[in-house]
């Protein structure tokens, strides 16, 4: 079936005319009718021609999965539906029809907390209702549960805060903070990474971009001032070259060289670390990896996620910080 939004919406009009018995549509009527609501609905002023809609016709009449298999016929110049209980509405799905509904929905069900999904909510309850069932044993595929993580019901009034240009007051504890901070914030971004959500935004007291970690938010209100637009901060730029969320101030881009064994080098091929990472030749049993990031706490976490299966060549400043980070793990290990 056509999947243009107008043609759909024509064939919607069309439908409701063809099951009106009270007038006589004629193509005149229907090029008027049509028009009409095109220019209601979405600003056409143009209206439909004859030629369009008798193919509108023709496409309706036709079988799926290109058309309905309406009943319309034309007796005396006017059209109208053989059977009158018939209406593309009802028209059942196939069984194709009803195994992309089914996925689709198992799908959308995972985002359940996020914004609109009440809306959303009601139309998978419908789906479901007239045409699928939704077993959650039967499940072939799952994303990770981010509604679990503390702080997530600072999400909607956060997203909505954004969309809608509202600043916010927002009362902050940072880990091993001794007591909350208050900051007024123009939110301008939300970020997910490793489970957790950040809203970036400009913090007025300190005219800077902050990012923010939402389980570590106490309270949200709305901020009484006018809302600053965001003329600095810029998602694109802000994330290109570093991985995770924290963007250090003033640290340049450098160039960052890993050595890891040939049996983890497999991981870091099929889930780099980073955007720019980059294979070089093996040196015997051993896989370079090169990037070019502003080295964040978040990367040097990567790297010591992979253990002894890594190690750092360069720069030498951070090959000597995760080494001290090994060491005291192992001071920790060994004083048992």
Known sequence: MATNKNASFRYRVLNECFRDGSRRWTIKRLVEHLSEQLNEHFGIEKGIAERQLKGDI????????RGFDAPIICRKGVYFYDDPNFSIEKKALNSEDIENLTEAVALLRQFQGLPHFREIDAILTKIEGKTITNDPEEAIISFENTQLTRGYEWFNPIYTAIRQEQPLEIRYRAFLAPEDEVFTMHPYYLKEYRGRWYVFGLVAEKDLI????????????NARCRFKNNRTFNPSTYFKDIVGVTRPNGKPIETVLLRVHTDTAPFLETRPIHSSQIRLPAEGDLVLFQYHIVSNYEFRAEVLRLGAAVEVLEPEWLRGEV????????????SA
Request: overall charge positive.
């Open 58 to 65: 023709n496409i309706m009449r036709s079988l799926p999965p």
């Open 323 to 334: 080494a001290n980070q090994i060491q005291i793990l192992s001071a920790k290990y060994n």
């Open 210 to 221: 902050y990012n923010l970690s939402l389980d570590r938010i106490v309270d949200v209100t």
